[in-house]
C-alpha cells in the first residue's frame, strides 16, 4: 500500500509537470493510469473530464462528469453535485435525465424555485415525445408548487389525454377538493365535472358537484347532478339535503318541503339530531307551519339539547376541594385542547379520595365516551349515586342518550331527608349548568387580534387584591387573562376555585370579632369546568362544511396561544400545543419555540419543511425565511443564510430593514474573522 501510495504521488506530479509544458495528452495517460488504479477517486475523475473538454472530446467528458455526479448523490454531498450537474447541462443541454438529475439535487438543497424551474425544463423536452417522463416531470413541478392550481391542472390533463383513466379522475377529484379548501366553488365544480366525464356514475363525486354548483347559486345545475345520483341512492341522507337546498333555492317549495320532511325523517332513524332540527327548519321555511310539524321540530330540538349535554359541565359536577381543583381543572384543559390521553393520565394519577368524589367519575366517565369506550363510560355513570333530584335527572337524560335504560324497579334516587338537608347551599345556578357553551373568556377567535402580552405577575397581583377586596368578577377576569397566556398554571386555577367558592375572600378578611370559617360554611360547589371552545355553527343551508367535531379550538386560535406562549418563554408548552400541526405558519411558530430551547436542529427541520410545502403566496412564507436564515447565521452557516435573506428581500426589500442590515452586519463580520 506504501509503494501505490507513492507510485501515485510520483505519477500525479509528472502529470502536472507536463500539463504546465502544454503536454495535454500525455498528462491525461497519466491521470488515467492513476484512475485505473483508484477509480473512486473523484477529484482525479473529475481532472480528467477536464482534460478530456480542453481536448475536444465532449462524450467522454460528459461520462466522466456523470460518474462523478453520481459518486456525490451517492454519498450525500448535494451541493457539491448539483454544480457538476449544471456542468453536464451545459454541455448536454437536449438531455433531460440530467435536469432530471439536475432538479432533485437542488430540492435536497432546498433551493426550491430553481429545482421547479429544472424539472420545467426538463417537461418542456418530453412533452410531446414521451408522455410518461411528462407526467413525471409535470407531476415533481406540481409537489413543489403545493398552493397552486395551474400545475395540478397539467398533470390532469396530461392523464386525460393518454387514458390513464383512474389516475386522472382521482387528479380531478383532489383538485376539487383543493379548490373547495380555498373557496373556490366555480373552480370546484368545473374540476369535479371533469372527474365526471370520467366516471359519470360516481355518487360521492356527484353530491360534491351539486355542493359546489349550490354554493354558486347555480340551483338547475345542482339539480342535473342530484336527479342523476338520486335514480342510484334514494335514500341518501346528503342527496336528500341537497335535493331540498336546489328546490328551495328554484323556489319550488312545496316539493322542497316534502324533501326536507323526508330527510327529517332519514336523520331521525340515524340520531343526527343536530341535522335534523336543520331539515325541519328548512321545511317550516317552505310553508310547512302546521302544528304537527312545529311539535316535531319542538321535540327535536329537545332531543338535540339533550344529545349535547355532559355532565362534567353541570354545576352539581364542579369540584369541591383544591385536590379535585386540581386535578379536574388539568384534566379539562388538556382534553379541551386536544389532548385527552393525557387528560386521562392526569385522572389516573389522582389519589383515591379524589377519585371517590362525583367530579372525578363524571370527567371520567365522558373522557372515556369521547374516546368511544362508551360501555365503559356508561359503568362508571350507573356507580354514581345521585345527591339531588336534579343530579338524577341529569344522570338519567345522559344515559338514556347514550343507549342506556334502566333496569325495571330501579332508579336513581336522591339523597333522604336528612342528606338533602345537608344540600341546602348546593344550589346549581345557570351559569355553573352552561359553563361550556362557549369559549374561554378573551380566548382568541379567527378574526379577533391576539391579545397583548401580559405581565403575568403584576397581573397576578392585581387580580389577588382584586380577589382579597372581595371583587370576585374582577378577581376571575384577571385570573382568566393570565390563563389566556398560560392555560395549565395550577396555581391561577387553584386561586379561581377559591375565588368562586368564597373561600379565598373569607380567609383574607375575616368579619371583625367572627370566628374563622370552617369549611362546611362554603360548600357551595365551584362551577370550575374549563369551557369547551365553541365550533363553528355548521351552515347546511349553503354546503356542507367538513369540521371535525373533536377539534376544540382552530387553527388560528392554536396559532395565537402558541405565539402568546412563546412571548412568556413557555417554548415547550408553545410546542406542544402545535403537535400534529403542518401548516407553514405552524411549522414556522414550532420552530421559533425549539429555537428558544436551543435545539436548532428541530428548528432548521421544521422551516425547511415549511419553505419546501409552502408557496411564497403563504403569509407565512417570508417570516419562514427569516427565521431560517437566522438558524443558519446561529450556526455559521453563512452561505444559507445570505441566500435566505436574498430571497427574503427578493419578497419584500423593506421587510425588517434595521434588523436585516444586523443580520448583513452579522455575516460580514463572521467572514472576516
Same mark, same amino acid.
Given at each position: 500500500?506504501? *509503494?501505490?501510495?507513492?507510485?501515485?504521488?510520483?505519477? *500525479?506530479?509528472?502529470?502536472?509537470?507536463?500539463?504546465?509544458?502544454?503536454?495535454?495528452?500525455?498528462?491525461?495517460?497519466?491521470?488515467?493510469?492513476?484512475?485505473?488504479?483508484?477509480?473512486?477517486?473523484?477529484?482525479?475523475?473529475?481532472?480528467?473530464?477536464?482534460? !478530456?473538454?480542453?481536448?475536444?472530446?465532449?462524450?467522454?467528458?460528459?461520462?466522466?462528469?456523470?460518474?462523478?455526479?453520481?459518486?456525490?448523490?451517492?454519498?450525500?454531498?448535494?451541493?457539491?453535485?448539483?454544480?457538476?450537474?449544471?456542468?453536464?447541462?451545459?454541455?448536454?443541454? =437536449?438531455?433531460?435525465?440530467?435536469?432530471?438529475?439536475?432538479?432533485?439535487?437542488?430540492?435536497?438543497?432546498?433551493?426550491?424555485?430553481?429545482?421547479?424551474?429544472?424539472?420545467?425544463?426538463?417537461?418542456?423536452?418530453?412533452?410531446?415525445?414521451?408522455?410518461?417522463?411528462?407526467?413525471?416531470?409535470?407531476?415533481?413541478?406540481?409537489?413543489?408548487?403545493?398552493?397552486?392550481?395551474?400545475?395540478?391542472?397539467?398533470?390532469?390533463?396530461?392523464?386525460?389525454?393518454?387514458?390513464?383513466?383512474?389516475?386522472?379522475?382521482?387528479? &380531478?377529484? *383532489?383538485?376539487?377538493?383543493?379548490?373547495?379548501?380555498?373557496?373556490?366553488?366555480?373552480?370546484?365544480?368545473?374540476?369535479?365535472?371533469?372527474?365526471?366525464?370520467?366516471?359519470?356514475?360516481?355518487?360521492?363525486?356527484?353530491?360534491?358537484?351539486?355542493?359546489?354548483?349550490?354554493?354558486?347559486?347555480?340551483?338547475?345545475?345542482?339539480?342535473?347532478?342530484?336527479?342523476?345520483? !338520486?335514480?342510484?341512492?334514494?335514500?341518501?341522507?346528503?342527496?336528500?339535503?341537497?335535493?331540498?337546498?336546489?328546490?328551495?333555492?328554484?323556489?319550488?317549495?312545496?316539493?322542497?318541503?316534502?324533501? &326536507?320532511?323526508?330527510?327529517?325523517?332519514?336523520?331521525?332513524?340515524?340520531?343526527?339530531?343536530?341535522?335534523?332540527?336543520?331539515?325541519?327548519?328548512?321545511?317550516?321555511?317552505?310553508?310547512?307551519?302546521?302544528?304537527?310539524?312545529?311539535?316535531?321540530?319542538?321535540?327535536?330540538?329537545?332531543?338535540?339539547?339533550?344529545?349535547?349535554?355532559?355532565?362534567?359541565?353541570?354545576? &352539581?359536577?364542579?369540584?369541591?376541594?383544591?385536590?379535585?381543583?386540581?386535578?379536574?381543572?388539568?384534566?379539562?384543559?388538556?382534553?379541551?385542547?386536544?389532548?385527552?390521553?393525557?387528560?386521562?393520565?392526569?385522572?389516573?394519577?389522582?389519589?383515591?379520595?379524589?377519585?371517590?368524589?362525583?367530579?372525578?367519575?363524571?370527567?371520567?366517565?365522558?373522557?372515556?365516551?369521547?374516546?368511544?369506550?362508551?360501555?365503559?363510560?356508561?359503568?362508571?355513570?350507573?356507580?354514581?349515586?345521585?345527591?339531588?333530584?336534579?343530579?338524577?335527572?341529569?344522570?338519567?337524560?345522559?344515559?338514556?342518550?347514550?343507549?342506556?335504560?334502566?333496569?325495571?324497579?330501579?332508579?336513581?334516587?336522591?339523597?333522604?331527608?336528612?342528606?338533602?338537608?345537608?344540600?341546602?347551599?348546593?344550589?346549581?345556578?345557570?351559569?355553573?349548568?352552561?359553563?361550556?357553551?362557549?369559549?374561554?373568556?378573551?380566548?382568541?377567535?379567527?378574526?379577533?387580534?391576539?391579545?397583548?402580552?401580559?405581565?403575568?405577575?403584576?397581573? *397576578?397581583?392585581?387580580?389577588?387584591?382584586?380577589? =382579597?377586596?372581595?371583587?370576585?368578577?374582577?378577581?376571575?377576569?384577571? !385570573?382568566?387573562?393570565?390563563?389566556?397566556?398560560?392555560?395549565?398554571?395550577?396555581?391561577?386555577?387553584?386561586?379561581?376555585?377559591?375565588?368562586?367558592?368564597?373561600?379565598?375572600?373569607?380567609?383574607?378578611?375575616?368579619?371583625?370579632?367572627?370566628?374563622?370559617?370552617?369549611?362546611?360554611?362554603?360548600?357551595?360547589?365551584?362551577?370550575?369546568?374549563?369551557?369547551?371552545?365553541?365550533?363553528?355553527?355548521?351552515?347546511?343551508?349553503?354546503?356542507?362544511?367538513?369540521?371535525?367535531?373533536?377539534?376544540?379550538?382552530?387553527?388560528?386560535?392554536?396559532?395565537?396561544?402558541?405565539?402568546?406562549?412563546?412571548?412568556?418563554?413557555?417554548?415547550?408548552?408553545?410546542?406542544?400545543?402545535?403537535?400534529?400541526? =403542518?401548516?407553514?405558519?405552524?411549522?414556522?411558530?414550532?420552530?421559533?419555540?425549539?429555537?428558544?430551547?436551543?435545539?436548532?436542529?428541530?428548528?432548521?427541520?421544521?422551516?425547511?419543511?415549511?419553505?419546501?410545502?409552502?408557496?411564497?403566496?403563504?403569509?407565512?412564507?417570508?417570516?419562514?425565511? &427569516?427565521?431560517?436564515?437566522?438558524?443558519?447565521?446561529?450556526?455559521?452557516?453563512?452561505?444559507?443564510?445570505?441566500?435566505?435573506?436574498?430571497?427574503?428581500?427578493?419578497?419584500?426589500?423593506?421587510?425588517?430593514?434595521?434588523?436585516?442590515?444586523?443580520?448583513?452586519?452579522?455575516?460580514?463580520?463572521?467572514?472576516?474573522?
Amino acid at each position: 500500500m506504501r *509503494e501505490g501510495t507513492v507510485n501515485r504521488d510520483k505519477i *500525479e506530479q509528472e502529470a502536472m509537470n507536463l500539463l504546465r509544458r502544454g503536454q495535454t495528452e500525455k498528462a491525461l495517460e497519466a491521470y488515467l493510469s492513476i484512475l485505473r488504479h483508484d477509480p473512486r477517486d473523484r477529484r482525479v475523475r473529475q481532472k480528467v473530464a477536464e482534460l !478530456y473538454l480542453t481536448l475536444g472530446r465532449k462524450p467522454e467528458a460528459v461520462r466522466h462528469l456523470t460518474d462523478v455526479a453520481r459518486s456525490l448523490r451517492a454519498a450525500g454531498q448535494m451541493r457539491a453535485a448539483v454544480s457538476i450537474y449544471k456542468q453536464l447541462v451545459g454541455l448536454k443541454p =437536449d438531455q433531460h435525465e440530467l435536469r432530471a438529475d439536475l432538479a432533485e439535487c437542488l430540492t435536497e438543497v432546498r433551493r426550491l424555485p430553481e429545482a421547479r424551474r429544472a424539472w420545467e425544463e426538463a417537461f418542456s423536452l418530453v412533452e410531446r415525445r414521451d408522455p410518461a417522463k411528462a407526467i413525471e416531470y409535470a407531476r415533481a413541478v406540481s409537489r413543489l408548487s403545493p398552493g397552486e392550481l395551474p400545475p395540478k391542472v397539467r398533470v390532469a390533463e396530461l392523464l386525460e389525454q393518454n387514458r390513464r383513466i383512474d389516475e386522472a379522475f382521482d387528479a &380531478w377529484v *383532489e383538485l376539487g377538493r383543493e379548490a373547495r379548501r380555498y373557496g373556490r366553488p366555480d373552480d370546484q365544480a368545473r374540476f369535479l365535472e371533469r372527474a365526471l366525464a370520467l366516471q359519470p356514475d360516481h355518487i360521492p363525486t356527484l353530491l360534491r358537484t351539486a355542493e359546489a354548483r349550490i354554493a354558486q347559486g347555480d340551483y338547475r345545475a345542482a339539480l342535473t347532478h342530484i336527479q342523476k345520483a !338520486y335514480t342510484r341512492d334514494p335514500r341518501n341522507v346528503d342527496l336528500l339535503i341537497l335535493l331540498g337546498q336546489a328546490l328551495q333555492g328554484l323556489g319550488q317549495v312545496d316539493k322542497a318541503r316534502k324533501v &326536507w320532511i323526508q330527510a327529517a325523517r332519514h336523520l331521525a332513524e340515524t340520531g343526527d339530531m343536530e341535522r335534523r332540527v336543520d331539515a325541519l327548519r328548512h321545511a317550516i321555511e317552505c310553508g310547512g307551519d302546521d302544528p304537527a310539524l312545529l311539535r316535531e321540530l319542538e321535540n327535536a330540538d329537545a332531543e338535540a339539547r339533550r344529545s349535547r349535554i355532559r355532565l362534567h359541565e353541570m354545576s &352539581w359536577a364542579a369540584p369541591r376541594t383544591d385536590d379535585e381543583v386540581r386535578v379536574i381543572i388539568a384534566a379539562n384543559t388538556l382534553a379541551d385542547y386536544g389532548f385527552p390521553d393525557r387528560a386521562r393520565e392526569v385522572l389516573d394519577r389522582a389519589d383515591s379520595q379524589v377519585k371517590a368524589g362525583v367530579p372525578w367519575k363524571v370527567r371520567h366517565a365522558e373522557l372515556l365516551i369521547a374516546q368511544g369506550d362508551r360501555d365503559a363510560g356508561i359503568e362508571v355513570l350507573r356507580s354514581i349515586q345521585p345527591e339531588s333530584e336534579e343530579m338524577a335527572a341529569d344522570l338519567a337524560t345522559r344515559l338514556e342518550v347514550l343507549g342506556h335504560r334502566p333496569e325495571p324497579g330501579a332508579s336513581a334516587a336522591p339523597p333522604d331527608e336528612g342528606e338533602a338537608e345537608e344540600l341546602v347551599d348546593d344550589e346549581p345556578t345557570d351559569a355553573g349548568r352552561q359553563a361550556s357553551a362557549s369559549p374561554p373568556s378573551g380566548s382568541p377567535s379567527i378574526g379577533t387580534p391576539p391579545t397583548p402580552a401580559v405581565d403575568i405577575a403584576v397581573l *397576578e397581583q392585581e387580580a389577588d387584591r382584586l380577589a =382579597d377586596d372581595g371583587d370576585v368578577e374582577g378577581a376571575i377576569a384577571a !385570573y382568566r387573562r393570565i390563563l389566556e397566556v398560560d392555560p395549565t398554571n395550577m396555581e391561577v386555577l387553584r386561586k379561581i376555585g377559591e375565588v368562586m367558592s368564597g373561600r379565598r375572600h373569607a380567609a383574607r378578611r375575616p368579619s371583625a370579632g367572627a370566628a374563622p370559617a370552617s369549611a362546611e360554611e362554603f360548600s357551595e360547589p365551584i362551577a370550575l369546568a374549563i369551557p369547551e371552545p365553541s365550533l363553528e355553527t355548521v351552515d347546511f343551508g349553503s354546503a356542507f362544511s367538513e369540521v371535525d367535531p373533536d377539534a376544540m379550538a382552530s387553527l388560528d386560535e392554536l396559532l395565537l396561544d402558541a405565539r402568546a406562549l412563546i412571548e412568556v418563554g413557555l417554548h415547550d408548552e408553545a410546542q406542544e400545543r402545535l403537535r400534529g400541526q =403542518d401548516d407553514l405558519e405552524a411549522l414556522v411558530v414550532q420552530a421559533i419555540a425549539a429555537r428558544g430551547m436551543g435545539r436548532l436542529d428541530g428548528a432548521q427541520t421544521r422551516l425547511e419543511r415549511a419553505i419546501q410545502g409552502g408557496t411564497e403566496h403563504h403569509p407565512a412564507y417570508i417570516e419562514a425565511l &427569516w427565521e431560517l436564515a437566522g438558524v443558519y447565521l446561529l450556526r455559521h452557516k453563512l452561505g444559507n443564510a445570505e441566500r435566505m435573506l436574498d430571497e427574503v428581500e427578493a419578497l419584500d426589500a423593506g421587510y425588517r430593514p434595521m434588523e436585516m442590515a444586523i443580520r448583513r452586519r452579522a455575516i460580514a463580520l463572521l467572514r472576516q474573522r
